[in-house]
């Protein structure tokens, strides 16, 4: 069975840190990108960064750009979203996703194969 596991939130205060985590498993990693999204409460689904399947492309939302870092470990099968100098704008219910297509990455993940549960980020003002 495909699975993505998301994990790493919780309740941070504003300019704190955390780090998430997206175990995969069931399916060939090397082959998928993987994406990051988040839905805030009363909003659309947005794209929050994508990372290829060589790990050499990576997209960040112009929101989160060079505060948010996401990398690939792939002997782990694990990808991981370093959240930096949060902001209570990005408290919502993140998401992480899988498909062949970076280019579906890039979107809100409508087209995206596969969907882990979400970990919920609530960053205090």
């Known amino acids: 069975d495909v699975q993505l596991q998301a994990s790493g939130g919780g309740l941070v205060q504003a300019g704190g840190s955390l780090r998430l985590s997206c175990a995969a498993s069931?399916?060939?990693?090397?082959?998928?990108?993987i994406g990051w999204f988040r839905q805030a409460p009363g909003k659309e689904r947005e794209g929050v960064s994508c990372i290829s399947s060589s790990g050499g492309s990576t997209y960040y939302a112009d929101s989160v750009k060079d505060r948010f870092t996401i990398s690939s470990d792939n002997a782990k099968n694990t990808v991981y979203l370093q959240m930096n100098s949060l902001k209570p704008e990005d408290t919502a219910v993140y998401y992480c996703a899988a498909d062949v297509s970076y280019f579906y990455c890039l979107g809100d993940g409508s087209y995206m194969d596969y969907w882990g549960k979400g970990t919920l980020v609530t960053v205090s003002s």
């Open positions: 069931g399916f060939t990693f090397d082959d998928y990108a």
